[in-house]
């Protein structure tokens, strides 16, 4: 048996949300949304999804946002997205620099923390891990 990769990330809103989600995630980070299986759409929720890339966001009664534990994703032009970003009215937050990567922490419509990060040019990419 071997772990092979990551299928999807999936998120947490709470119930009623689709349409904040839908903004941010495909409006802001330009990820088209995919459709749910009939079965699974029911449950409310939306699912994020372009090649590899998949974020599904599903509900959650008891809806409380992840502050600490976040996916991190590698984007290109990270100055542009940031922008948009401020424009849309998310505030965008500063970590410690992490070598090879330039890198900005942002909030989803529901509080969910997500890691921004474009290698620097050059960089040696790496698989170390963060906090």
Same mark, same amino acid.
């Given at each position: 048996?071997?772990?092979?990769?990551? $299928?999807?990330?999936? %998120?947490?809103?709470? /119930?009623?949300? @689709?349409?904040? &989600? =839908? +903004?941010?995630?495909? $409006?802001?980070?330009? %990820?088209?949304?995919? /459709?749910?299986? @009939?079965?699974? &759409? =029911? +449950?409310?929720?939306?699912?994020?999804?372009?090649?590899?890339?998949?974020?599904?966001?599903?509900?959650? &009664?008891?809806?409380?946002?992840?502050?600490?534990?976040?996916?991190?994703?590698?984007?290109?032009?990270?100055?542009?997205?940031?922008?948009?970003?401020?424009?849309?009215?998310?505030?965008?937050?500063?970590?410690?620099?992490?070598?090879?990567?330039?890198?900005?922490?942002?909030?989803?419509?529901?509080?969910?923390?997500?890691?921004?990060?474009?290698?620097?040019?050059?960089?040696?990419?790496?698989?170390?891990?963060?906090?």
């Amino acid at each position: 048996m071997t772990l092979v990769a990551i $299928d999807h990330v999936q %998120l947490a809103m709470p /119930p009623g949300g @689709e349409d904040a &989600a =839908r +903004r941010f995630y495909g $409006d802001v980070l330009g %990820l088209p949304e995919t /459709p749910k299986p @009939e079965h699974l &759409a =029911r +449950r409310g929720g939306c699912w994020f999804e372009d090649g590899g890339l998949k974020i599904h966001l599903g509900v959650e &009664a008891d809806f409380r946002p992840a502050r600490k534990a976040h996916p991190g994703l590698l984007v290109s032009n990270l100055p542009a997205l940031k922008a948009k970003l401020s424009d849309g009215g998310f505030a965008l937050k500063d970590d410690e620099p992490l070598e090879g990567y330039d890198r900005i922490y942002v909030d989803d419509p529901f509080g969910n923390r997500i890691e921004l990060l474009e290698p620097l040019s050059g960089a040696r990419k790496t698989n170390e891990t963060h906090a």
